[in-house]
C-alpha cells in the first residue's frame, strides 16, 4: 500500500493532522451490493443504536443489506464485513486553504463536533462490534464518545490491520489492549487518548508499519526508547508532542532501518543533534525534529541521508551552518531551519544545498534563523518549482528582483517580510498562485498593483508605497489585508466593504461574518465611507493616522459587529499569528485566540469634524475608541456611559467642551483614558474606575476649564471658568489618597 498522504505532507510541512485525509477515501468494497451476514448486521444495528448521529451520517443504515450502509464494507466473496470506515471527515469542514500554512491541533475550527457520533448512554462503548470477527480495517477517527475510554472489546478484532482511533474520540489511558492485535500494521492513536505510561504492549505488533500517538502524553513511560526499536517493521513513526525528554540519547542502534518517517518534533530532548543512530540512518525520507529541544551543529553524516526528502528542524538551538556534505542529497525538497542559530550568509547557505536537488525545492524556512543578506540570494532564480518561501528578517538588503513574479509565480506562500527590499512591485501581481503573501516592513516603493487572484493574506505594512490603490484589487478571497503605515492616497476604496472574507475563517465562523480593516498610517484622504459603516461584520476599523475628513456619520451605529458584547473567549485556542493593535496608548500584540474579542475603533489623527455622533453608544461591543487628534467638537455624549465593555477611550486633542459626562464614572472595565487637550470645563467626576487610572493629571491636562481633583484646582461653588482657589480642600486629599492605594 502507497503512503497515504505522502505528497500531501511534503507540501504540509507542518501539518500532519488533516492532509492526509485527501488521499485516503475508502474505495467501494467490489461487492457492496451483497447482502450481508445476519449476525453482523445486527452487531452493526446494535451499535447504531447506541449512537448520536447529529448530523445524521448513519441514515443509510436500514434495511437488510448492511453492505450497503455507509461506511460499512463486505469481502466479496464471504459476504463478511471487513471494513468499518466511520471517520468523521474533517476535509468537509475546514478550510484546506489555511489548513496548508498553520499548525493545526484540534481547534482549527471546532465544527467537526457537529457531526461527530456521540455516544447515547453514558458508560462505556457497547462492544456489539466485537462480533464482526472478520473486521480488517477499523477508522473510528474524530467522533466525540463522550471521553470513554478505549473500550477493551478492540482486544477481540484480531483481524485488525488498521486501526484508527485518531482525534478526540476516545480519551484517558491507552489500555494494553491493542498489543493483543498481533496482525496490526496501523494504529493511530494520535490526538486521543491522553496519556500512557506503558507501551510494552506494543511489543505484541509486529507487524507494525505505522505508529502514530502523536500528542499523547508519554513522559512517564520509562523505555520507550527500546520498545519503539523493536518495532522492526516500522516505515512511519509518529510520536509530535509526546512530552518525551532526553532518553534519546540513550538510543545505541537504531533497528528500524525500514523507516522513511520520523516525526519527533515538539518534544523536549534536550540533546545534541549529533545523534549517530540517526544520521547513518540511509532510508529516512521524511524527518521531523523541529521544536525538539535539539542543540548543536548539524552533522557532516547529515550527507549520508541520501533519500532525505523533507528536513525539518526548525525552533532549535542549532548553531552553525549547514555542512558541505550534502551533494547526494537529490531529493530534498523542503529545508526547514528557522528559528535557530544557524548563522552565515544566505547565500553561502544556498550553494551548500545539493545542486542535484536544485529545481525540486518545494520549501524553505528560514526565519528567525542568523543567517544575513546583504543580496537577494540569486540561488532562488532557478528555484521555479517552490511552494513555500520563508526569508524573512534575514537582512537581505537589495532591491526585489525583476524575476520575482515568474520564479514565484507557482508559490503558494511567500514570506519576505523584515528585509530592505527595496524597488517597485511588478506592475501586476494577478497571474501569481500566491495565497498567502508577506512582503511587510521593507522599503518598497510605488503603487499598490493587482493582487494575485487567490490570495488570502497580503501584507504590504510598513512600507515606502504610493499613490491610490487600484481601482480593483482584483483579489476576491482576500481575508486580512495589511496596508498600515505607507503613503497611500486617495479615497478609501468601496470594495474594502465588500470583501466577503476580511477575516481566516475559523475566526468568521466564532463570530460569523467578521471582519477587520486596517489602514491606519497611510495618505487616506476623502469622508468615512457609507458602506464601511453598513459593513454587518466589521468589528475591527482602525482608520488612525490619514487624513480622513468630514463628519463622524451616524450611521457607525450600523457595524453591528461592533454592538455584540463577545462573551470571554474559549481558553486553551490555539491559534498561530497575531495582530498588533494600538490602544491605551500602547502597541500591543494580540494573538488570535484573544483578538476574536477586541473590538475597536480608531478614527485618531485624521481631520473629522462635527460632533461624536451620540449613536456610538450603541456600539455596546466597543473595548477600544480612540478618536484623538481630529476636530471634533460639542458635548461628549453623555450615553458614552452605556458602552460598560470599554477598556480605553482616547478623546484627546479635539475641540470637546462641555462636561465631563457622570456617567464616564461608571464605566468598570475601564484601564486607559485620556481626555487631555480639549476645552472641557466643570468638575471632573468622582468615581472608583477613574481614581484608578495611571497619570492622572496627564489625562486631563491641557483643559484650563476643569477642575477638581485630581487636579490642584478647585471648583469655585457656581462659576464656570477659570476660578483658581487655592484654599485646601479635604476631598482632594482624599482623592488623591485613594488613587494612590489603587495603584
Ligand atoms: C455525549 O456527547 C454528546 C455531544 O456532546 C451529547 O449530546 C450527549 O448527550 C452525550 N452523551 C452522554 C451519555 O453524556
Ligand atoms: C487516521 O485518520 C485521520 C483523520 O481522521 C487521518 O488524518 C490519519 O492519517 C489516519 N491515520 C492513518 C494511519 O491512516
Ligand atoms: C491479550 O493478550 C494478553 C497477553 O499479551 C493475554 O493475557 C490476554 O488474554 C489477551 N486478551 C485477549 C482478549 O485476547
Ligand atoms: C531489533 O529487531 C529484531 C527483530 O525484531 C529484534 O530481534 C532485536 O532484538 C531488535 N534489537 C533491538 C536493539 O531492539
Ligand atoms: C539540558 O542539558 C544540559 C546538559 O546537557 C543541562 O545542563 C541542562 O540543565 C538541561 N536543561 C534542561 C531544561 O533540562
Ligand atoms: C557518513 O558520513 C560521514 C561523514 O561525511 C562519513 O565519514 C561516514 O563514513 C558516513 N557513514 C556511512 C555509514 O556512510
Ligand atoms: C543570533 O540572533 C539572535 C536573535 O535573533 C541574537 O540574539 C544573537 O545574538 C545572534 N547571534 C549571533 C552569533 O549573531
Ligand atoms: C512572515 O515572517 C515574519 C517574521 O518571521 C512573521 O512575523 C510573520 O508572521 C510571517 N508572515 C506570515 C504570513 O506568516
Ligand atoms: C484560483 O483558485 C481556483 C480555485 O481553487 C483555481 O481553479 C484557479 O486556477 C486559481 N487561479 C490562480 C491564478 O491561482
Ligand atoms: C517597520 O520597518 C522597520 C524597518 O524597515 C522596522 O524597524 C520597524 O520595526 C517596522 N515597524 C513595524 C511596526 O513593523
Ligand atoms: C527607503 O528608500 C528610499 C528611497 O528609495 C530611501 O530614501 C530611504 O532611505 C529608504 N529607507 C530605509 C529605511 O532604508
Ligand atoms: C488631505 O485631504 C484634503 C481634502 O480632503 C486634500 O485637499 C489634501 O490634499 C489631502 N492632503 C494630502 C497630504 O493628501
Given at each position: 500500500m502507497a503512503e497515504p498522504g505522502h505528497l500531501a505532507q511534503l507540501s504540509a510541512l507542518t501539518t500532519t493532522v488533516i492532509t492526509c485525509l485527501i488521499l485516503i477515501t475508502p474505495t467501494p468494497a467490489a461487492a457492496s451490493g451483497a447482502s450481508c451476514v445476519a449476525s453482523e448486521r445486527d452487531a452493526l444495528a446494535a451499535f447504531r443504536a447506541s449512537l448520536l448521529d447529529p448530523a445524521g451520517r448513519l441514515a443509510t443504515w436500514s434495511g437488510h443489506s448492511c453492505c450497503r450502509w455507509r461506511g460499512v464494507h463486505c469481502d466479496g466473496s464471504t459476504g463478511h464485513v471487513v471494513k468499518l470506515d466511520l471517520r468523521n471527515d474533517l476535509t468537509v469542514h475546514s478550510d484546506t486553504d489555511w489548513i496548508l500554512f498553520y499548525e493545526v491541533r484540534v481547534d482549527i475550527d471546532s465544527s467537526w463536533v457537529h457531526s461527530a457520533l456521540a455516544l447515547r448512554n453514558t458508560g462505556e462503548m457497547i462492544s456489539s462490534l466485537a462480533a464482526l470477527h472478520h473486521l480488517r480495517y477499523l477508522d473510528l477517527s474524530w467522533n466525540n464518545f463522550n471521553d470513554s475510554s478505549i473500550p477493551l472489546f478492540m482486544a477481540d478484532l484480531k483481524n485488525l490491520r488498521y486501526l484508527n482511533l485518531s482525534g478526540p474520540s476516545f480519551s484517558g489511558?491507552?489500555?494494553?489492549?491493542?498489543?493483543?492485535?498481533?496482525?496490526?500494521?496501523?494504529?493511530?492513536?494520535?490526538?486521543?487518548?491522553?496519556?500512557?505510561?506503558?507501551?510494552?504492549?506494543?511489543?505484541?505488533?509486529?507487524?507494525?508499519?505505522?505508529?502514530?500517538?502523536?500528542?499523547?502524553?508519554?513522559?512517564?513511560?520509562?523505555?520507550?526508547?527500546?520498545?519503539?526499536?523493536?518495532?522492526?517493521?516500522?516505515?512511519?513513526?509518529?510520536?509530535?508532542?509526546?512530552?518525551?525528554?532526553?532518553?534519546?540519547?540513550?538510543?545505541?542502534?537504531?533497528?528500524?532501518?525500514?523507516?522513511?518517517?520520523?516525526?519527533?518534533?515538539?518534544?523536549?530532548?534536550?540533546?545534541?543533534?549529533?545523534?549517530?543512530?540517526?544520521?547513518?540512518?540511509?532510508?529516512?525520507?521524511?524527518?521531523?525534529?523541529?521544536?525538539?529541544?535539539?542543540?548543536?551543529?548539524?552533522?557532516?553524516?547529515?550527507?549520508?541521508?541520501?533519500?532525505?526528502?523533507?528536513?525539518?528542524?526548525g525552533h532549535n538551538n542549532l548553531m552553525g551552518t549547514i555542512p558541505t556534505t550534502l551533494q547526494h542529497l537529490c531529493d530534498l525538497q523542503?529545508?526547514?531551519?528557522?528559528?535557530?542559530?544557524?548563522?552565515?550568509?544566505?547565500?553561502?547557505?544556498?550553494?551548500?544545498?545539493?545542486?542535484?536537488?536544485?529545481?525540486?525545492?518545494?520549501?524553505?524556512?528560514?526565519?528567525?534563523?542568523?543567517?544575513?543578506?546583504?543580496?537577494?540570494?540569486?540561488?532562488?532564480?532557478?528555484?521555479?518549482?517552490?511552494?513555500?518561501?520563508?526569508?524573512?528578517?534575514?537582512?537581505?538588503?537589495?532591491?526585489?528582483?525583476?524575476?520575482?513574479?515568474?520564479?514565484?509565480?507557482?508559490?503558494?506562500?511567500?514570506?519576505?517580510?523584515?528585509?530592505?527590499?527595496?524597488?517597485?512591485?511588478?506592475?501586476?501581481?494577478?497571474?501569481?498562485?500566491?495565497?498567502?503573501?508577506?512582503?511587510?516592513?521593507?522599503?518598497?516603493?510605488?503603487?499598490?498593483?493587482?493582487?494575485?487572484?487567490?490570495?488570502?493574506?497580503?501584507?504590504?505594512?510598513?512600507?515606502?508605497?504610493?499613490?491610490?490603490?487600484?481601482?480593483?484589487?482584483?483579489?476576491?478571497?482576500?481575508?486580512?489585508?495589511?496596508?498600515?503605515?505607507?503613503?497611500?492616497?486617495?479615497?478609501?476604496?468601496?470594495?474594502?466593504?465588500?470583501?466577503?472574507?476580511?477575516?481566516?475563517?475559523?475566526?468568521?465562523?466564532?463570530?460569523?461574518?467578521?471582519?477587520?480593516?486596517?489602514?491606519?498610517?497611510?495618505?487616506?484622504?476623502?469622508?468615512?465611507?457609507?458602506?464601511?459603516?453598513?459593513?454587518?461584520?466589521?468589528?475591527?476599523?482602525?482608520?488612525?493616522?490619514?487624513?480622513?475628513?468630514?463628519?463622524?456619520?451616524?450611521?457607525?451605529?450600523?457595524?453591528?459587529?461592533?454592538?455584540?458584547?463577545?462573551?470571554?473567549?474559549?481558553?486553551?485556542?490555539?491559534?498561530?499569528?497575531?495582530?498588533?493593535?494600538?490602544?491605551?496608548?500602547?502597541?500591543?500584540?494580540?494573538?488570535?485566540?484573544?483578538?476574536?474579542?477586541?473590538?475597536?475603533?480608531?478614527?485618531?489623527?485624521?481631520?473629522?469634524?462635527?460632533?461624536?455622533?451620540?449613536?456610538?453608544?450603541?456600539?455596546?461591543?466597543?473595548k477600544s475608541l480612540n478618536l484623538s487628534g481630529n476636530h471634533l467638537g460639542g458635548k461628549i455624549p453623555n450615553t458614552i456611559g452605556d458602552l460598560k465593555g470599554l477598556e480605553s477611550l482616547d478623546l484627546s486633542r479635539n475641540r470637546l467642551s462641555g462636561e465631563i459626562p457622570s456617567s464616564l464614572s461608571e464605566l468598570t472595565s475601564f484601564s486607559w483614558l485620556n481626555l487631555s487637550y480639549n476645552n472641557l470645563s466643570g468638575r471632573i467626576p468622582s468615581g472608583h474606575q477613574l481614581q484608578t487610572l495611571n497619570d492622572q493629571e496627564y489625562i486631563y491636562i491641557g483643559n484650563p476649564g476643569l477642575c477638581g481633583p485630581p487636579l490642584r484646582k478647585n471648583c469655585a461653588m457656581r462659576g464656570r471658568h477659570d476660578e483658581v482657589d487655592d484654599v485646601s480642600d479635604d476631598l482632594a486629599v482624599l482623592y488623591l489618597g485613594g488613587v494612590q492605594a489603587g495603584q
Open positions: 489511558r491507552i489500555p494494553p489492549q491493542p498489543g493483543n492485535l498481533s496482525n496490526l500494521q496501523y494504529l493511530d492513536l494520535s490526538y486521543g487518548p491522553t496519556i500512557s505510561s506503558d507501551l510494552s504492549w506494543l511489543l505484541g505488533l509486529s507487524s507494525l508499519r505505522h505508529l502514530d500517538m502523536s500528542w499523547v502524553d508519554l513522559s512517564a513511560v520509562r523505555d520507550w526508547v527500546h520498545t519503539v526499536n523493536t518495532l522492526s517493521s516500522l516505515k512511519v513513526l509518529r510520536l509530535r508532542g509526546c512530552k518525551l525528554e532526553s532518553a534519546i540519547s540513550t538510543m545505541s542502534h537504531f533497528n528500524l532501518t525500514r523507516l522513511e518517517v520520523l516525526d519527533l518534533s515538539v518534544n523536549k530532548f534536550n540533546a545534541s543533534i549529533q545523534q549517530k543512530w540517526l544520521w547513518d540512518h540511509k532510508g529516512i525520507k521524511e524527518l521531523y525534529l523541529t521544536e525538539g529541544h535539539w542543540f548543536g551543529s548539524i552533522p557532516d553524516a547529515f550527507g549520508n541521508m541520501s533519500a532525505l526528502q523533507v528536513m525539518d528542524l523542503v529545508v526547514s531551519l528557522y528559528d535557530n542559530y544557524i548563522d552565515g550568509d544566505a547565500t553561502e547557505f544556498m550553494e551548500r544545498l545539493p545542486r542535484c536537488s536544485w529545481n525540486k525545492l518545494r520549501e524553505m524556512d528560514l526565519h528567525s534563523t542568523n543567517l544575513s543578506g546583504p543580496k537577494f540570494p540569486s540561488w532562488l532564480k532557478w528555484q521555479t518549482e517552490i511552494r513555500v518561501l520563508d526569508v524573512s528578517g534575514t537582512c537581505i538588503s537589495d532591491s526585489l528582483p525583476v524575476w520575482f513574479k515568474t520564479v514565484f509565480s507557482q508559490a503558494y506562500s511567500l514570506n519576505l517580510s523584515d528585509n530592505q527590499l527595496c524597488g517597485t512591485l511588478p506592475r501586476t501581481l494577478e497571474d501569481m498562485l500566491a495565497m498567502v503573501m508577506d512582503l511587510g516592513s521593507n522599503n518598497l516603493t510605488g503603487q499598490v498593483p493587482r493582487f494575485p487572484v487567490n490570495i488570502t493574506y497580503f501584507d504590504l505594512s510598513n512600507n515606502s508605497l504610493s499613490g491610490p490603490l487600484p481601482s480593483d484589487l482584483g483579489a476576491p478571497r482576500l481575508e486580512e489585508l495589511r496596508l498600515y503605515s505607507n503613503y497611500i492616497t486617495g479615497t478609501i476604496p468601496a470594495y474594502f466593504c465588500q470583501l466577503r472574507r476580511l477575516l481566516p475563517t475559523w475566526i468568521a465562523k466564532r463570530i460569523p461574518y467578521s471582519r477587520f480593516l486596517r489602514l491606519r498610517s497611510n495618505m487616506f484622504s476623502g469622508h468615512i465611507p457609507e458602506e464601511l459603516t453598513n459593513s454587518f461584520g466589521l468589528h475591527y476599523l482602525d482608520l488612525a493616522n490619514n487624513n480622513i475628513s468630514g463628519i463622524m456619520p451616524q450611521s457607525l451605529a450600523g457595524m453591528k459587529a461592533m454592538r455584540r458584547t463577545t462573551p470571554d473567549g474559549n481558553r486553551g485556542d490555539v491559534y498561530e499569528g497575531s495582530i498588533s493593535s494600538f490602544t491605551k496608548g500602547q502597541e500591543l500584540h494580540y494573538t488570535f485566540s484573544n483578538y476574536n474579542l477586541v473590538v475597536l475603533l480608531d478614527l485618531s489623527g485624521n481631520s473629522l469634524t462635527g460632533q461624536i455622533p451620540e449613536e456610538i453608544s450603541l456600539l455596546l461591543g466597543l
